[in-house]
């Protein structure tokens, strides 16, 4: 059974802190690592993609992924009270013609004015 | 506004009752999915269909049928469910296996 781990938290930051999100996969073939921004009642949005080990910049946010080590995660920079969500982790299964994506259950982050 | 939309957004039936939620992407894919997420639960992954062929169906019981008529519909048909079958059914769509876009939901509760 393919797994992803999250600590559902929640995580409490104050504003302007950085937030350290991570997570855990159980595949070794995995390829390919998201990581989704769900608001409460809302769907998940993606907030990026990584492939590769190393780190991945986007703005305020930037996705780490030891593959060794079977690892990924998000940090978010100068964090702000619109950042509070359910942050999903998901593995992307080797395949072709669709991506097949296994979740973990989300870290809940509340960050504090 | 998002690329892939999903009605109803709210749906409450009975054990008994047939119904059927609908999504419609505007994005140009080729593949379509159903999503289920629960409460305290990971997402599921329940159907794929690629190139309007089902290619995955992760043993979801039969009171679950899926309808995929073209490339841009999908549909999720509902039958004699259960109460514990109440959760948001997500659709998403892809180009192949590039990125995930996911509607806003349909909220189910069956009673």
């Known amino acids: 059974q393919k797994e992803v781990e999250q600590n559902s938290g929640p995580l409490s930051v104050p504003e302007g802190a950085i937030a350290s999100l991570n997570c855990t996969y159980s595949?070794?073939?995995?390829?390919?690592f998201f990581w989704y921004r769900q608001y409460s009642g809302k769907s998940p949005e993606l907030i990026m993609f990584?492939?590769?080990?190393g780190d991945k910049e986007d703005g305020r946010f930037t996705a780490q992924l030891n593959k060794a080590s079977q690892y990924v995660s998000l940090l978010i920079r100068d964090s702000q009270p619109s950042d509070s969500a359910t942050y999903l982790c998901?593995?992307?299964?080797?395949?072709?013609?669709?991506?097949?994506?296994?979740f973990g259950t989300g870290t809940r982050l509340l960050v504090s004015p | 506004e998002t690329g892939v939309t999903q009605t109803p957004r709210h749906l409450v039936m009975g054990m008994t009752n047939k119904k059927s939620l609908k999504c419609e992407q505007h994005?140009?894919?080729?593949?379509m999915y159903w999503y289920k997420q629960s409460a305290k639960k990971p997402l599921e992954l329940m159907f794929v269909?690629?190139?309007?062929?089902?290619?995955e169906n992760n043993s979801v019981p039969s009171r679950f049928s899926p309808e995929c008529p073209n490339s841009s519909h999908l549909f999720l048909h509902l039958h004699t469910l259960q109460p514990e079958d109440s959760a948001l059914y997500l659709c998403?769509?892809?180009?192949?296996?590039?990125?995930?876009?996911f509607g806003e939901g349909s909220w189910l509760t069956v009673v």
């Open positions: 998403a769509s892809s180009q192949e296996s590039d990125t995930i876009y």
């Open positions: 269909y690629n190139f309007k062929e089902q290619t």
């Open positions: 994005l140009g894919h080729n593949a």
């Open positions: 990584i492939y590769s080990n």
């Open positions: 595949d070794r073939g995995s390829q390919s």
């Open positions: 998901a593995v992307n299964e080797m395949n072709t013609g669709f991506q097949k994506l296994v």
